[in-house]
């Protein structure tokens, strides 16, 4: 069966600092990978997918970005952190376009 | 671009009542529309999805929803709520991306859900 690791589970960090959160998935090959990010009282919002190793997309310009250094393995960094960069950051997989996608336990960063 | 409305962020039901949380969709192509539950600080389960076949779809945990096209919604029921029901659930389309390699899920803001005992 398929599992997906998130960590940290959760992390204080100061403005300005950097930042890096790992998500890797298990029992299954060339996934398609997804960060999310739900704020405080919003939904979720898709930050950017991977369909392939280096292969980065970004819906919405941030301070963040992400990269797949390998198949199972997608990390989400900043150079430096913004207050606004608080949230909870949910790692996703799917196999296909009309399966549904696969959620991590998720990263929650507060930013201070 | 298709988007997902969910009417009531909260809403509360006595434990053994109908539960009965609301969704409709926009959207130009015939949808995929999915179902999810997040309990806190964890990450989102999926309870059901409908992919074009059944109009009625049955879930995990007692749950199912029905598809009505001419009402663009996608209601999700219970029968008989459980205090372990308490929760986020959030109703989901899947859109294709550009490239049409993957697709995005645009979710609703969510509906909290209280059962009381």
């Known amino acids: 069966s398929q599992t997906i690791h998130q960590w940290p589970a959760t992390l204080v960090q100061p403005v300005g600092s950097p930042l890096s959160l790992e998500c890797t998935v298990e029992?299954?090959?060339?996934?398609?990978l997804y960060w999310y990010r739900q704020a405080a009282g919003r939904g979720l919002q898709l930050l950017f997918y991977?369909?392939?190793?280096?292969?980065i997309s970004s819906e919405v310009p941030q301070n963040l970005s992400a990269s797949r250094p390998q198949d199972r393995q997608f990390i989400l960094s900043s150079k430096k952190l913004l207050l606004s960069d608080s949230g909870f950051y949910l790692c996703?997989?799917?196999?296909?376009?009309?399966?549904?996608?696969?959620f991590g336990p998720g990263t929650r960063l507060t930013v201070t | 671009a298709q988007s997902v409305t969910q009417l009531g962020s909260h809403v509360s039901v006595s434990e053994g009542a109908l539960v009965l949380l609301r969704c409709n969709y926009s959207?130009?192509?015939?949808?995929?529309l999915f179902w999810y539950v997040q309990y806190p600080n964890q990450g989102l389960q999926l309870l059901l999805k409908?992919?074009?076949?059944?109009?009625l779809v049955k879930g995990i945990n007692g749950f199912e929803a029905e598809f009505k096209k001419s009402e663009t919604s996608f209601h999700l029921t219970k029968p008989s709520a459980h205090m372990s029901d308490a929760a986020e659930y959030f109703c989901?389309?899947?859109?294709?991306?550009?490239?049409?390699?993957?697709?995005?899920?645009?979710f609703g803001t969510g509906t909290l859900l209280a059962v009381q005992p």
């Open positions: 989901a389309v899947s859109e294709v991306l550009k490239g049409g390699a993957t697709n995005k899920l645009i």
């Open positions: 029992g299954t090959s060339n996934p398609n």
């Open positions: 409908y992919t074009s076949a059944a109009t």
């Open positions: 996703a997989w799917t196999r296909g376009l009309v399966e549904e996608q696969y």
């Open positions: 959207s130009s192509v015939p949808p995929y």
């Open positions: 991977s369909v392939g190793i280096g292969q």
